[in-house]
């Protein structure tokens, strides 16, 4: 279990130098986020050079020597499911790791199921179990027990290993060009997520529309302050299903507030007054400044031709070994749909219209709906019993 301790700002600089001349390396973190605003980071796990390395954040209170190491250009990133690891270095530096490989998406990119959890893919890869007794600990205390550090290191001990299993499978499909364009969508999805009022994240809004989604705007502007100046999560300022229910009544009395259910908190009800000023505020909107709904029309059609293709998407990954979530879900076949039927819904062009996605079953689809393959049932008890056949052109 031997293993670097970095717990000064001058142990870190030092690493940082050896950073600086690493080809390739790999990262996990160890964070809290059940009770503040923002996730606290409590551990960062490094292996670089066959070296392993702990850095405490609560000892070294600045790890942007830390992050503007691990953003500059010159070497390889390696994660896995790194979305939280891309926060923090945006946050810290403004940039994404250099060179990303999230090797949960390549997995998945290879035809091994997406999404992979860490002790699913080296166990399926490499054969072993890591210790993965530590999922629900408490990252803040200190000092950290054995079997802490044995599972903190465990989650970077096998990143390298894992990475080179995968480029050979890479290299037998071919797709190392979709590596690249992956994690460039994901790093733009990140920075754009990180950049975004994310009002539409508030669950059960689907189906509202116009003044309502207003007003669930200006309530989740109102919550996302109080929450922040409270360094608390936004959640537990006011729950979803409060919002949602307070914007579908789309009343700004007091009276009327204060008699759904589940706002007789004695915290909220100090906060009535605020509540009534943001959906008051919603309520003022002027129609033009009303949000859409994203989502594309409920026609008809989209449920039968939804699940018809998805059916087909989910054969065509099969046989070309490809994890079928990775590629699309259910909305990203109806935003789909939208979009190919010109229903005005999508502002921009789907993700199953663009890059190795059209390839694999976007460019499918259009034939699919111009008659121009078929699907027929082949062997009913093969793993994929679905055939498409190209129909013969007069």
Known sequence: MSHLNICTPERLAGFCQQLAQAKQIALDTEFVSERTYRPV???????????????DPLAVKDLKPFWEAIARPGHETIVHAGRGELEFCFHAV?????????????????????????????????????????????????????????????????????????E????????????????????????WAMSQERWRRVSGNSGLKGRSLAIVRELWRWREAEAQQRNCPARRVL?????????????AEIQRIA??????????????????????????????????????DNLPQMSVLGQFLYAALGSVCREKEIAP???????????WIAYRLDRGRTRRQPRLARG???????????????????????????????VLDRCCSD
Do not use: H
């Open 356 to 386: 190795w996605r059209a390839q694999v079953v976007g460019n499918l689809f259009d034939d699919l709906l111009a008659g121009k393959i078929s699907v027929r049932v082949g062997d009913p008890n093969a793993e994929s019993p679905l």
């Open 325 to 335: 979530p990775l590629v699309g879900t259910p909305n990203d076949i109806r935003e």
């Open 168 to 191: 050979s499978r890479l290299t037998r499909l071919q797709r190392q060009a979709w590596v690249a364009e992956e994690m460039a969508l994901v790093v733009e999805e990140v920075q």
């Open 239 to 251: 729950r979803d299903d409060l919002l949602v229910e307070l914007a579908r009544r789309e009343t």
């Open 41 to 55: 980071l409590c551990l960062v796990q490094v292996a670089v050079d066959g070296e392993l390395a702990l850095i």
């Open 94 to 166: 403004g940039r994404p790791p250099a060179g990303l490989f999230d090797v949960q998406i390549v997995a998945g990119l290879v035809g091994i199921e997406y999404p992979a959890g860490y002790g699913t893919l080296i166990s399926k890869l490499l054969g072993q179990k890591p210790n993965k007794a530590e999922t629900r600990t408490d990252w803040r205390q200190r000092p950290l027990s054995r079997r802490q550090i044995q599972y903190a290191l465990d989650d970077i001990r096998y990143l390298p290993a894992l990475r080179e299993e995968l």
């Open 259 to 296: 008699a759904v259910r589940g706002l007789d908190r004695s915290d909220l009800k100090r906060e009535l007054p605020k509540i009534a000023e943001a959906i008051q505020r919603g309520l003022d909107l002027a129609e033009d400044d009303w949000p859409t709904s994203t989502r594309p």
